[in-house]
């Protein structure tokens, strides 16, 4: 390996609207070659990053390049975790939760600039039944509509909001139990969102004080969801405020278990994971080092 710190970009070829964008050419365009040496490497199928991730950690990588979505980001970053490699983001998906948090530029060109100015940070991530996440996870409506939105071949912010709109009216809420600083809760459970960061993506904020670096998650629960609810829920994520008392409840905790008396759908960063009846999510204080712009 060169002498320069070497950059690796993990490329999922298929990812997001802008899947026809030359990614090698806007690299070798915009990346300063005098300062870091790189690769390009490409994933053939899902799982695949997580594994190329570690790789390039083990073999010294100072930078490696999640270039994809939301589902990228996070295998990419789940390879890196506890490493000494920075994860950078070129975004290439419909959401780009992760980079908007950061204000990583959405332009390839601009967040290849922000790559080579090299500024680092560490951030909490974020694990739900031995799951890691960076943005947010989630049990309930958000997991099913992730279930229903990976199945379908039309991706972007429109037929994500499609599939909402079309399955929140028949939608049902289930009990759960949970335990949460101290506390049991027994509720109905419409969502229960855990947040990292701010926002799903497409600045849809679902917690907007959430902080990446502070140590805690911020828990949103929805016990039941009405028309009414339902539109000052929306109105408050699109508009970076908090939800009225009687939509949303607010929790800030390090960890929380729920149990449900049915198996329950749930996501991380928006990728469907599966079913479970117990969940136990935490969060991990400073564990993975991203290239972000200095704030």
């Known amino acids: 390996m060169s002498q320069r710190p070497h950059i690796r970009f993990i490329v999922n070829p298929v990812s997001g ?5 030359d990614v090698a050419a806007r690299i070798q365009l915009h990346l300063d070659h005098a300062r870091y ?3 390009i490497v490409y994933t053939t199928h899902a ?19 999640a270039v994809g979505g939301d589902g990228t980001v996070n295998e990419v970053a789940r390879g890196l975790l506890h490493s000494q490699t920075a994860l950078a983001i070129l975004p290439k998906g419909s959401g780009n939760g992760l980079a908007r948090h950061l204000q990583i530029p ?4 601009a967040a290849l600039r922000l790559i080579n100015q ?18 947010t996870a989630g049990i309930g409506f958000d997991a099913y509509i992730s279930s229903v939105f990976a199945g379908n071949r039309k991706r972007g912010l429109q037929t994500y909001v499609e599939l909402v709109l079309k399955e929140v009216r028949t939608y049902k809420h289930l009990p759960v139990k949970v335990s949460i600083n101290g506390n049991t809760i027994a509720t109905d459970c419409f969502v229960m969102a855990f947040a990292n960061a701010a926002q799903y993506g497409n600045n849809a904020y679902i917690a907007p004080m959430a902080d990446i670096r502070d140590g805690l ?8 969801l ?9 109105y408050c994520m699109l508009t970076k405020q908090l939800a009225h008392p009687g939509s949303a409840e607010y929790f800030k905790t390090t960890d929380v278990v729920i ?6 759908m749930y996501h991380a960063d928006g990728e469907y994971v599966g079913k479970s009846s117990a969940f136990k999510v935490y969060l991990e204080p400073l564990s993975l080092k991203v290239v972000a712009p200095l704030t």
């Open 17 to 21: 609207p802008k899947s026809r964008v």
């Open 118 to 135: 090299g500024s680092t940070m560490l951030i909490d991530s974020g694990n739900i039944n031995g799951h890691a996440f960076f943005t």
């Open 226 to 234: 009405d028309i009414r609810k339902a539109l000052n829920l929306s």
């Open 37 to 39: 040496s790189h690769d």
């Open 106 to 109: 959405l332009k390839l060109d």
């Open 259 to 264: 149990e449900t008396e049915e198996p329950m």
């Open 217 to 224: 998650l911020d828990v949103c629960l929805v016990r039941q």
């Open 47 to 65: 799982g695949h990053a997580p594994e190329l991730a570690r790789q390039a950690a083990q073999e010294g990588c100072a930078v490696v390049v």
